[in-house]
């Protein structure tokens, strides 16, 4: 059963999927942004490189240059630190921004599987394979291990035998459509908890021809009950959570905008240093 068809529309009204797509399209643009100033960083160390060469080149002509190839390596093995640092970093991020989401549709699903009936010849688990509609698992899958095998084909004592696939790779692109994924597995849930209202409506008319339903009627609503907070609370913290990321996003460009800025091209050079030495304007005269 793909998801069972009356609708609580005040559930659904609560699914701001264009607010959730927009919130991603910022954080997108910033870590965008964010790859620029990753070049940027890649060039400056690239010409603290080629100017050691000068450096070097001008002292085995005979020129005292001081002090200044401790400096620029310095600086140079600095801005390598920071360059592998961010590069790292945005990689972990965008990990973890898949994977708590990933979990978090997991929930959503769990919550719909535990009333949704499962169709015959099929599994939980192939329903479930079903509603994340072909996205790359998270974790990723275990795959066997090249190094837990010799070269004669033994096992490697200590090694563990499987791995996680570590060719799998996640980007923006594949969180904006686990989002549409998660958006689309609410309004499964927002289906699946307005069809209460008929089962309800049901046993109720039932009890009143005589028909003895025990608790069902207050089992059914509290089991919606439960259902709707729920749903509510996944709302809550999906707004929440993306909110949290596009801050946070928002820092770490921040951050390497600054580190970013310390060496600059000739132009921008130029430009500074006839920005400092205009004279302010005197209009009093």
Do not use: W
Not at 71 to 86: A, R, Y
Not at 105 to 134: G, H, Q
């Amino acid at each position: 059963m793909t998801a069972i068809k009356p609708s609580d529309s005040a559930l659904r009204d609560q699914i701001d999927a264009d607010g959730y797509n927009s919130t991603l399209n910022i954080v997108n643009s910033k870590y965008a942004e964010m790859d620029k100033y990753i070049g940027n960083l890649e060039s400056d160390v690239m010409s603290i490189k080629d100017f050691e060469k000068d450096v070097l080149a001008d002292q085995a002509r005979g020129y005292d240059v001081g002090t200044s190839l401790d400096t620029l390596g310095f600086q140079k093995d600095s801005l390598q630190i920071d360059l592998d640092f961010f590069k790292h970093m945005k990689d972990v991020y965008i990990k973890k921004l898949y994977g708590d989401l990933y979990k978090y549709c997991d929930s959503i699903i769990e919550s719909a599987l535990s009333i949704e009936e499962i169709p015959e010849n099929s599994t939980r688990e192939k329903v479930k394979e079903r509603k994340f509609r072909n996205m790359t698992p998270y974790p990723p899958k275990m795959i066997p291990n090249p190094s837990a095998i010799d070269s004669e084909g033994n096992e490697v004592e200590g090694v563990a035998k499987e791995i996680m696939d570590p060719f799998v790779k996640y980007d923006m692109n594949e969180i904006f459509a686990l989002i549409n994924c998660t958006t689309s597995n609410l309004r499964e849930l927002a289906e699946d908890i307005g069809s209460f209202e008929d089962k309800i409506g049901r046993a109720k008319e039932r009890e009143k021809r005589g028909f003895n339903v025990g608790n069902l009627i207050m089992n059914l609503e509290g089991q919606k009950q439960k259902l709707t907070l729920e749903f509510t609370s996944y709302i809550s913290r999906l707004s929440k959570f993306l909110e949290q990321n596009k801050n946070f996003s928002d820092r770490c460009l921040n951050r390497i905008k600054l580190i970013s800025s310390e060496i600059v091209t000739s132009e921008e050079a130029a430009e500074n240093e006839s920005t400092e030495n205009t004279e302010p304007v005197d209009e009093t005269n």
